[in-house]
């Protein structure tokens, strides 16, 4: 038997399990399992992994993805120069265990940004400072397009949320929601920002894939926009979380060597 998992404080919007278990009868992977494990608190982590002896890998969702780099032995490159994790493999030799953090969000979400970027987009808002954010980052600096950070609270560098204005719209035109805000079950919510001052010009892309049509996308599809949700990344960081997994050739950052990292 081999068991992954998804770790996370809440649950209910997650599409992973569904993801893998789907993954797993299409391939025939009849010794594999896919299991949610809510943890109240990360600290949980240790006796979820040793009261699990079969549990291989693990997908992180928010809010740990930051607080997870603290329980892991090993990170990777990539994962460390941004200070964000979304993947853990887990070693086991005996009564030893290693677990090696990787981040599979910012390829995921470059490679799924490529396809809609045009000349008029190169400059985004980036709505949150958590860790989806930090993947984010990483992505565009990659795709050659200029960001600013949106947050609830000031901070240098940064914008806040009230400190958006219809010039800010103007000047920016894609807008990234990297929060969990209006993802299910608070469906009705959306990141609070002047919406009205939204264009033709403007692409709205949300990593919140559950509603697959959330109010920010909503409100970007009625100004004219293009958008996308995060359905197409969730897919594509679960691949690449199956090739850390498992040993495979990844299309970016080359698995560390023990001891590496942190």
């Known amino acids: 038997m081999r068991k992954f998992g998804l770790i996370g404080k809440s649950l209910l919007h997650s599409r992973s399990k569904e993801y893998f278990l789907q993954k797993f009868t299409r391939e025939h992977l009849s010794d594999c399992f896919y299991e949610n494990y809510q943890l ?36 990777s490159p990539m994962a460390d120069s941004f200070g964000a994790v979304n993947c853990v493999k887990i070693s086991r030799n005996g009564k030893d265990i290693r677990l090696t953090g990787y981040n599979t969000d910012a390829a995921a979400f ?49 914008l806040t949320y009230s ?33 009205k001052y939204l264009t033709s010009k403007h692409l709205l892309y949300d990593l919140v894939y559950n509603p697959e049509e959330t109010m920010f996308l909503k409100k970007g599809i009625e100004a004219g926009a293009q958008v996308k949700n995060g359905l197409e990344m969730l897919q594509l960081q679960a691949e690449m979380s199956w090739k850390v997994w498992n040993d495979s050739p990844l299309p970016f950052d ?5 001891g590496e990292g942190k």
């Open 163 to 195: 400190a958006l204005t219809r010039q800010t719209i103007v000047d920016y035109n894609m807008i990234i929601n990297a929060t969990p805000v209006g993802m299910f079950p608070a469906e009705d919510q959306c990141p609070p920002m002047p919406y």
């Open 254 to 258: 080359p698995l560390p060597q023990l």
């Open 110 to 158: 470059r490679e799924t940004l490529k396809p809609l970027i045009r000349k008029v987009h190169n400059n985004a808002l980036i709505l949150g400072t958590g860790g989806a954010a930090r993947a984010v980052c990483h992505a565009l600096k990659d795709l050659n397009v200029d960001y600013t950070l949106v947050s609830r609270n000031e901070k240098s560098g940064e």
């Open 40 to 75: 109240d608190d990360l600290k949980d982590i240790r006796s979820l992994i040793l009261n699990e002896p079969h549990l291989l890998g693990l997908n992180v969702t928010t809010p740990y993805k930051i607080e997870i780099m603290k329980y892991v032995d090993d990170i």
